[in-house]
């Protein structure tokens, strides 16, 4: 056989398979149906994603989050039929949304319970526990928002890279304890991630329609191979190892942050005040300690301040853009990626910074490292109890 021959043959060999396995993926979902035995029946399944409070109406989004089309013949509220209009259609196919348009005279601070029901009786509803009317995007309430943003995310970021100075003059010692306590911190933002990633997910049913947990995990371990190869990346350009990791940091940072604005944001909108006042303490106080962890690898380099601003900017200012997309335009599903991106980047942070000690001869295992890391999951879980 000639080389072009082999060449053809060997291509065959790879394109055949998934031919074949493309054919049966399409038949499954085409004829599945017919391999269902008769007497079986495969339940329909909605999702409520979001109910608005506007002007004389209600609006609820809903989405088909099963495996059959459904179509909603009928809305209610607090189990009272009402008048009301799908968009753009009622027949939903599978993860299809529409928007119900009920029209309704709520009152501020009551309770309410919304209810869908399809063409053969089965009924979904979520209840609201208190109407907040609608925020409108007009200047001066997205302007409230920026300055939101700005005072949880930049500002305590910004305060933390105040601790550089300091940290640049400790001994041998005494900077063990400081890059195991940015572990620590890391380690345990990480693990607070990955749990408002399965709350969102629970609270939202994004189980139904987009394996939510299964959907953490593939976000969380996609951007921690993207992160590892941008990292290898810049080492390759020549940028020294800790300033690499400070860059990462922010990044992994600041991919957090735009999820937990979006938490600020939406419990703004929910009408949540008591406790948007203590997420934003807490949230606040987190970013202090981040600013530390910004700054630690580099602290025995020579790093222009300049550069130091960038870095908390890009860890802070996603706090502003989530804090307005959270109030405004609220998607569970964009902030249960948002935050399982934001857990895997920070993972492969934790990663770089110990193979980083281990290639300057550092003492992972050492006690200043250890006590350092157990500090710093002992202080954030003292902030996230207190706030």
């Known amino acids: 056989m000639s080389r072009q021959g082999r060449r053809g043959m060997h291509a065959a060999q790879g394109i ?47 989405r088909n989050t099963g495996h059959v089309d459904v179509t909603i013949a009928q809305a209610d509220i607090n189990d009272r039929i009402q008048p009301s209009a799908a968009e753009p259609d009622a027949t939903l196919h599978r993860l299809e949304a529409a928007l119900i348009r009920i029209p309704y005279s709520w009152n501020t601070g009551e309770p309410y319970e919304i209810g869908i029901t399809l063409d053969d009786g089965t009924r979904f509803a979520r209840l609201i526990e208190a109407a907040v009317p609608a925020l409108e995007p007009d200047p001066r309430t997205i302007l409230n928002f920026v300055i939101i943003g700005a ?24 900077r063990a304890l400081v890059l195991g306590m940015t572990i620590g911190f890391l380690a345990f933002i990480a693990a607070a991630t990955v749990r408002e990633a399965l709350d ?38 020549g940028r020294s190892a ?19 604005g979006l938490a600020i944001g939406a419990a703004i909108g929910l009408g949540q005040a008591a406790f948007t006042s203590f997420l934003i303490v807490g949230i606040a106080l987190h970013n202090m300690t ?15 301040a300049v550069y130091l601003g960038l870095l908390g900017l890009l860890a802070g200012l996603p706090v502003v853009a989530g804090t307005i997309a959270g109030s405004l335009a609220f998607s569970p599903l964009v902030a249960t990626v948002l935050l399982a991106a934001a857990s895997g980047a920070i993972a492969q942070v934790v990663m770089s910074m110990v193979l980083w000690m281990r290639s300057q001869n550092m003492r992972v295992s050492s006690p200043p490292m250890l006590a350092g890391v157990g500090l710093g999951i002992l202080i954030l879980y003292a902030v996230s109890v207190l706030s």
Do not use: C
């Open 200 to 237: 969102i997910s629970a609270e939202w049913q994004l189980d139904a329609g987009f394996n939510g947990q299964l959907l953490i995990f593939t976000v969380g371990a996609t951007v921690f191979l993207g992160i590892q190869y941008v990292s290898a990346l810049l080492q390759r350009s």
């Open 151 to 174: 005072l949880v995310g930049i500002v305590p970021v910004m305060i933390g890279l105040l601790w550089r100075p300091f940290v640049s003059r400790l001994d041998e010692n005494r």
């Open 242 to 260: 800790p300033l690499v990791i400070s860059i990462i940091v922010a990044g992994g940072i600041g991919l957090h942050n735009l999820g937990e």
């Open 290 to 304: 981040e600013g530390f962890a910004i700054t630690a690898p580099v602290a025995k380099m020579r790093v222009r």
């Open 16 to 62: 055949i398979p998934l031919v074949l396995a493309a054919a049966l993926v399409a038949y499954v979902l085409g004829y599945g149906s017919e391999l269902v035995l008769p007497d079986s029946v495969i339940l329909p399944e909605v999702t409520i994603e979001k109910i608005e409070f506007a002007g004389d109406q209600i609006l609820a989004t809903v």
